[in-house]
Nanobody
Framework: QVQLVESGGGLVQAGGSLRLSCAAS????????MGWFRQAPGKEREFVAA????????YYADSVKGRFTVSRGYAKNTVYLQMNSLKPGDTAVYYC?????????????WGQGTQVTVSS
């Protein structure tokens, strides 16, 4: 059974930092790109960041460039999202995803999400 489990969410003040983790299991993810999406109340889910299967390429939404950093563990089945200089607008449920096509239009697998709340 394939599972993506996020952790590390919580409540933080504006300007603070959080590090999200996503542990993938149930199959080999070394050939999958891994990414992060988020969904704020009343809004559609949006792309945040992604990393290629090799870890050599990273991609970011304009809204988080320079503040967030995506990385993956040596075994390729863990992905992280380091979030710095957090803003109230970053408040959302953050989801981990895996996509073997790297198109991110319809990822193969999703996690259940972790809540990030940034207070002003």
């Amino acid at each position: 059974q394939v599972q993506l489990v996020e952790s590390g969410g919580g409540l933080v003040q504006a300007g603070g930092s959080l590090r999200l983790s996503c542990a993938a299991s149930g199959r080999t993810f070394s050939s999958y790109a891994m990414g992060w999406f988020r969904q704020a109340p009343g809004k559609e889910r949006e792309f945040v960041a992604a990393i290629s299967w090799s870890g050599g390429r990273t991609y970011y939404a304009d809204s988080v460039k320079g503040r967030f950093t995506v990385s993956r563990g040596y075994a390729k089945n863990t992905v992280y999202l380091q979030m710095n200089s957090l803003k109230p607008g970053d408040t959302a449920v953050y989801y981990c995803a895996a996509d073997h096509r790297s198109s991110w239009t319809d990822p193969d697998y999703w996690g259940q999400g972790t809540q990030v709340t940034v207070s002003s």
